[in-house]
């Protein structure tokens, strides 16, 4: 009986260091897990984090110095790592964001777009989200309204709070500012008076100018106040003086008349009442500019519209 066990029980055991065995193959067979970045990735996150920290892109340089201070990369790189990831820490900008209607409740049930991305379906979790510097757009979003928002971010901006402001349709309405006219109304008077004085006073000046070359042509043997001349019988100068005093009582009479139009136009434009303007365009304006030539004639040209 012994004879037959001692084979039974070395095959037992024989069939069992066989199962062992067997069962250890694919544990040897398996690759060792992944224990962090190799060192070529660690050098390549060392140096991209760096040129990406110098563009001011300190959210994507935080990435690649977090990848590079794993415990898997060389001491120098891991150390260097560790100290620039601590600068751009102390730098990025961070942002909050809220919801407000027009008495100042909060709405929490606000999605929220940074740069067209989404950031947040609720605002009742405190979140603060890391950006890099200069201009950003937001969209706030709450029961199918939208509230836009650009902000600007600097370098050390930390917990800056950004607040969409939900007004009701009638509160906008109230807060919209009055159309602006399309002028300033202002008291004006009548244009005419203007235009009879203008007249009047380029009239006084050709008159004036008329009879000053009128009397500069009477000949020095003839006498204006005397109406006489010290010259033979059939002489031109009695022509020449006849001539030259009626071109001064031309403009005397002209003269005359023009400052007696220009003082009663601006008597009539002061003495009318003042009107507002109003209406669709401009209060009628009008411009007057004299005018003169060598030969003494003159007059007043008008512009604008009556």
């Given at each position: 009986?012994?004879?037959?066990?001692?084979?039974?029980?070395?095959?037992?055991?024989?069939?069992?260091?066989?199962?062992?065995?067997?069962?250890?193959?694919?544990?040897?067979?398996?690759?060792?897990?992944?224990?962090?970045?190799?060192?070529?990735?660690?050098?390549?996150?060392?140096?991209?984090?760096?040129?990406?920290?110098?563009?001011?892109r300190f959210v994507r340089a935080k990435e690649q110095f977090?990848?590079?201070?794993?415990?898997?990369?060389?001491?120098?790189?891991?150390?260097?790592?560790?100290?620039?990831?601590?600068?751009?820490?102390?730098?990025?900008?961070?942002?909050?964001?809220?919801?407000?209607?027009?008495?100042?409740?909060?709405?929490?049930?606000?999605?929220?777009?940074?740069?067209?991305?989404?950031?947040?379906?609720?605002?009742?979790?405190?979140?603060?989200?890391?950006?890099?510097?200069?201009?950003?757009?937001?969209?706030?979003?709450?029961?199918?309204?939208?509230?836009?928002?650009?902000?600007?971010?600097?370098p050390g901006d930390k917990g800056r709070a950004l607040i969409?402001?939900?007004?009701?349709?009638?509160?906008?309405?109230?807060?919209?500012?009055?159309?602006?006219?399309?002028?300033?109304?202002?008291?004006?008077?009548?244009?005419?008076?203007?235009?009879?004085?203008?007249?009047?006073?380029?009239?006084?000046?050709?008159?004036?100018?008329?009879?000053?070359?009128?009397?500069?042509?009477?000949?020095?043997?003839?006498?204006?106040?005397?109406?006489?001349?010290?010259?033979?019988?059939?002489?031109?100068?009695?022509?020449?003086?006849?001539?030259?005093?009626?071109?001064?009582?031309?403009?005397?009479?002209?003269?005359?008349?023009?400052?007696?139009?220009?003082?009663?136009?601006?008597?009539?434009?002061?003495?009318?009442?003042?009107?507002?303007g109003g209406g669709e365009g401009r209060p009628p304006t009008?411009?007057?500019?004299?005018?003169?030539?060598?030969?003494?004639?003159?007059?007043?040209?008008?512009?604008?519209?009556?």
């Amino acid at each position: 009986m012994n004879r037959n066990r001692t084979p039974l029980r070395t095959g037992i055991y024989a069939a069992s260091s066989i199962a062992w065995a067997l069962a250890a193959l694919p544990a040897a067979a398996a690759p060792p897990a992944s224990s962090g970045p190799t060192k070529d990735q660690c050098i390549d996150a060392h140096s991209r984090g760096q040129d990406l920290r110098e563009q001011k892109r300190f959210v994507r340089a935080k990435e690649q110095f977090l990848l590079c201070n794993q415990s898997s990369c060389p001491g120098p790189i891991q150390a260097d790592c560790v100290r620039f990831m601590e600068q751009v820490d102390s730098v990025i900008p961070t942002v909050s964001f809220g919801a407000r209607d027009d008495e100042k409740r909060d709405l929490p049930d606000t999605q929220v777009y940074f740069d067209g991305s989404p950031v947040a379906s609720r605002l009742d979790d405190a979140k603060l989200v890391e950006a890099d510097p200069g201009p950003h757009a937001v969209r706030f979003v709450h029961a199918g309204r939208e509230v836009n928002m650009r902000v600007v971010l600097t370098p050390g901006d930390k917990g800056r709070a950004l607040i969409g402001l939900f007004t009701s349709p009638a509160a906008a309405a109230t807060q919209r500012p009055a159309p602006t006219p399309a002028y300033e109304p202002r008291s004006a008077r009548s244009a005419w008076p203007l235009v009879l004085a203008g007249v009047g006073a380029a009239g006084f000046v050709a008159g004036s100018a008329m009879f000053v070359v009128g009397i500069g042509r009477v000949p020095t043997e003839c006498s204006v106040s005397n109406h006489t001349c010290a010259s033979a019988p059939g002489d031109d100068s009695f022509d020449r003086a006849h001539s030259a005093v009626s071109m001064s009582n031309a403009g005397l009479a002209v003269g005359l008349t023009g400052a007696v139009a220009a003082i009663a136009g601006l008597t009539w434009y002061f003495a009318l009442p003042t009107s507002t303007g109003g209406g669709e365009g401009r209060p009628p304006t009008v411009a007057l500019s004299p005018w003169f030539d060598r030969s003494g004639g003159g007059g007043m040209t008008i512009r604008g519209a009556l």
